[in-house]
């Protein structure tokens, strides 16, 4: 692979993490202060992204647009990435939030570098680099540090909480993952709107999604728009055109970048105050990215003989 390719990898994956911390903020004021539920905003986002992106996607031509539908291979991986990937992360990570807050729903999805570390440690039969494990404890403790103020003692659960919190992390690992095949053959653009669409739709019947809530004003479908555009569409499509070029292990790290553009955004849009701590947490997820980013150096001879099963 190129670098230019690998530059793009990482800056599309770091695209995608800060869609996604903008859109968790302004998921965060809907809940506050609209009441909205979070299996509503859950389908409507998902099923008006999956729209858009099936749009843009449309002037490729009809081939690539529903050529995943012609194997029953591919059409089982799609399904696969839209309930068990797309639906199950997005779903339970607003109910994370609802069940305690941003803060906590946050730390435990970014669990999500540690599960997938594992699978893709136990999947090739190696063990982590120098440079993955303190990329790996850099990322668990900048994370930890915003999201908890550095106390402990704030991480206070309850059992749906931390139920639905380490779902959104698995649901993080398992649409990086299932997404490969078929993003590989038929692009990530139509592959991203068709499993938004079925998750939406599925999850959608389920809370009769044409109900609208009452009270939602101009500035209120103005932040559902911009959650939808935004942090859904652009953002996972951008974040998997990234897996594309640089590997599930490494966007995932990336991905970190997430917490940290929810503080800053926190900060400015909402006016929350942060300190050192949640500055030093901010740091480290910094650098976690250039540590994710590093260069490889030269392939054990255990790596060569493996080569191809991995990414």
């Known amino acids: 692979m ?17 869609g996604w911390g903008f859109s968790g903020v302004c998921s965060q004021y809907l809940f506050g202060h609209y ?3 979070a299996g509503w905003l859950t389908a409507v986002r998902m099923l008006l992204s999956g729209a858009a992106l099936l749009l843009i996607a449309a002037p490729r031509g009809a081939g690539q647009l529903t050529g995943v539908f012609r194997r029953r291979q591919d059409v089982f991986w799609l399904l696969a990435f839209a309930l068990l990937g797309l639906l199950l992360c997005q779903y ?28 893709m440690a136990l999947w090739r039969r190696t063990g ?8 790996l404890i850099l990322a668990l403790a900048g994370t930890f540090l915003i999201a908890t103020h550095g106390h402990v003692r704030e991480m206070t659960l309850s059992g749906a909480a931390l139920a639905f919190g380490l779902l959104s992390a698995a649901g993080v690992v ?24 079925i998750g939406g739709a599925v ?19 103005l932040l559902v728009a911009l959650i939808v555009l935004v942090g859904t569409a652009g953002g996972f499509s951008l974040f998997l055109q990234g897996v594309k070029y640089i590997g599930p292990e490494k966007a995932t790290l990336i991905g970190c970048l997430e917490p940290a553009t929810a503080t800053v955004l926190s900060a400015v849009w ?8 949640e500055l030093a947490g901010f740091v ?9 980013a590093r260069p490889e150096g030269a392939p054990r001879p255990s790596d060569a003989a493996r080569q191809g099963e991995g990414t």
């Open 174 to 197: 398992s649409y990086t993952l299932l997404s490969r095949p078929i993003v590989a053959r038929w692009g990530n653009t139509a592959v991203t709107g068709w499993g938004m669409l």
């Open 2 to 18: 190129q670098l230019k390719d690998k530059q793009k990898g990482y800056l599309y994956a770091a695209a995608g993490a800060v």
């Open 128 to 135: 982590l680099r120098r440079a993955q494990v303190l990329a």
């Open 203 to 221: 999850l959608g019947a389920a809370q009769r999604v044409w109900r609208l809530p009452a009270g939602l004003d101009a500035a209120a479908w």
């Open 270 to 277: 909402l006016h929350t105050a942060f300190g050192a701590v």
């Open 284 to 292: 480290m997820i910094v650098l976690t990215v250039f540590l994710a």
């Open 35 to 37: 009441g909205l539920e």
């Open 92 to 119: 339970t990570y607003l109910l994370a939030i609802q069940y305690s807050n941003s803060a906590t729903a946050t730390v435990l999805q970014s669990l999500n570098v540690v599960m997938m570390a594992a699978v």
